[in-house]
């Protein structure tokens, strides 16, 4: 499964849109993008996933570039409840996701 | 239970002694998967289970770690002679499609005296 990197922390206003950016350079064609997040103490919670195309649920929208190297994240209107770690995974199923260290999300008022 | 249900949410033990941990996964849930987490730490992978085989083992960190799974339900996760650095928050996962989300359960808190 390709590596990927993300920042180790960001910080973000109440109110305001969140963008998680996630760099996937070695990602192959039939790799998908998994965001999950982890909120103190508790288990990883899934949030999105894509492969080519832009996603969006309830929780977030997920854009992927055109060459698939990297993708971004939004969560359109963070609140404190937000505040968690964030995880990107490149991988063909989730047979094994390899969760990294991801990138700390601190929202504040 | 609408969740994956892991027992126990804590477990204090003495070095040398074996542990169990138990995993319930949401009923239907084909796949089934170990984790653990150190203080501080990211996620480590231990094992997968498709059904009742684990096609996986790769992730168990020594012979003293088995994990079984019946009736493509339940999972037991099987410490032997614990050490302190077994010390650790055991998370175990379940999911229904490939690729596909994979629902946590909270966890079972190790530790190791």
């Known amino acids: 499964d390709a590596k990927t990197t993300q920042p180790p922390s960001m910080d973000c206003a109440e109110g305001r849109a969140a963008n998680l950016p996630c760099n996937h350079s070695?990602?192959?064609?039939?790799?998908?993008v998994y965001w999950y997040r982890q909120i103190h103490s508790q288990g990883p919670q899934y949030i999105i996933h894509?492969?080519?195309n832009n996603e969006t649920n309830e929780m977030a929208s997920l854009i992927i570039t055109e060459d698939r190297k990297s993708s971004t994240l939004i969560l359109p209107h963070a609140t404190l409840r937000d505040t968690a770690v964030y995880y990107c995974?490149?991988?063909?199923?989730?047979?094994?996701?390899?969760f990294g260290t991801g990138t700390r999300l601190q929202v504040f008022p | 239970g609408a969740g994956v249900s892991q027992s126990p949410s804590n477990k204090v033990t003495e070095k040398g002694k074996d542990v169990e941990l138990r995993c319930d996964p949401i009923?239907?849930?084909?796949?089934l998967y170990w984790y653990r987490q150190s203080l501080g730490q990211g996620l480590e992978f231990l094992i997968y289970?498709?059904?009742?085989?684990?096609?996986?083992k790769s992730g168990l960190p020594s012979d003293r770690f088995s994990a079984e799974r019946t009736g493509g339900s339940v999972s037991t996760l099987t410490i032997q002679r614990t050490q302190q650095e077994d010390s650790a928050v055991y998370l175990c996962?379940?999911?229904?499609?490939?690729?596909?989300?994979?629902?946590f359960g909270e966890g079972s808190r190790l530790t190791v005296l």
């Open positions: 995974i490149a991988a063909y199923n989730t047979d094994k996701l390899i």
């Open positions: 996962a379940s999911s229904q499609t490939r690729p596909g989300e994979l629902f």
């Open positions: 894509g492969l080519k």
């Open positions: 289970f498709q059904g009742n085989s684990a096609p996986d």
């Open positions: 070695t990602i192959s064609g039939n790799e998908y």
């Open positions: 009923s239907g849930h084909t796949a």
